[in-house]
T-cell receptor, first 111, second 109 residues
Framework: NAGVTQTPKFQVLKTGQSMTLQCAQDMNHEYMSWYRQDPGMGLRLIHYSVGAGITDQGEVPNGYNVSRSTTEDFPLRLLSAAPSQTSVYFC??????????FGPGTRLTVT | GQQVMQIPQYQHVQEGEDFTTYCNSSTTLSNIQWYKQRPGGHPVFLIQLVKSGEVKKQKRLTFQFGEAKKNSSLHITATQTTDVGTYFCAFPRGNQFYFGTGTSLTVIP
């Protein structure tokens, strides 16, 4: 099993550009989520999904969209990138036990 | 946001010394999880505590959940250089997860 995979690993965007961060898991987990990690602030939940077709907002959803058309995939879209979105983004999945498995992360810089 | 304080923010120890990080909540938690993140890496699940007063051990790591289920601690005995990283507590509230700000551990050989 590959676990949780994320692409790309690194990305540089200009202000105003849009992009999609990809996340996939092969563990048949129902719960998937996106976090951003900034220095001194831990991980903050952006959006989450409890199953295919169901998504909801987390703590910091503004500027991001998600969709969940399959159990395996949970892409995160940045609509119009801003320097404040410079961060490390982690995707995670979990089963009913709630133990979360994280992907390797995407390091995003917005200039 | 959720009121979860994790202290200390940073800790430097000599190899062989003990280390403890604390997670304190203003409200009762249903359960608490602990994660470790190595420098440049991603968070990795360590353990979940559910019961009031629960204590679990993993080799040199001891995890405790307070009697009131409002605080938790992670204690490492005789640290090694492999223990370097940031340790996070995390807890669910409904379908959302909240993470503490983490404690960054440096081990000096």
């Amino acid at each position: 099993n590959a676990g949780v995979t994320q692409t790309p690993k690194f990305q540089v965007l200009k202000t105003g550009q849009s992009m999609t961060l990809q996340c996939a898991q092969d563990m048949n987990h129902e719960y998937m989520s996106w976090y951003r990690q900034d220095p001194g602030m831990g991980l903050r939940l952006i959006h989450y999904s409890v199953g295919a077709g169901i998504t909801d907002q987390g703590e910091v959803p503004n500027g991001y969209n998600v969709s969940r058309s399959t159990t395996e995939d949970f892409p995160l879209r940045l609509l119009s990138a801003a320097p404040s979105q410079t961060s490390v983004y982690f995707c995670a999945s979990s089963s009913w036990t709630r133990e979360q498995y994280f992907g390797p992360g995407t390091r995003l810089t917005v200039t | 946001g959720q009121q979860v304080m994790q202290i200390p923010q940073y800790q430097h120890v000599q190899e062989g010394e003990d280390f403890t990080t604390y997670c304190n909540s203003s409200t009762t938690l249903s359960n608490i999880q602990w994660y470790k993140q190595r420098p440049g890496g991603h968070p990795v699940f360590l353990i979940q505590l559910v019961k009031s007063g629960e204590v679990k051990k993993q080799k040199r790591l001891t995890f405790q959940f307070g009697e009131a289920k409002k605080n938790s601690s992670l204690h490492i005995t005789a640290t090694q250089t492999t223990d370097v990283g940031t340790y996070f507590c995390a807890f669910p509230r409904g379908n959302q997860f909240y993470f503490g700000t983490g404690t960054s551990l440096t081990v000096i050989p």
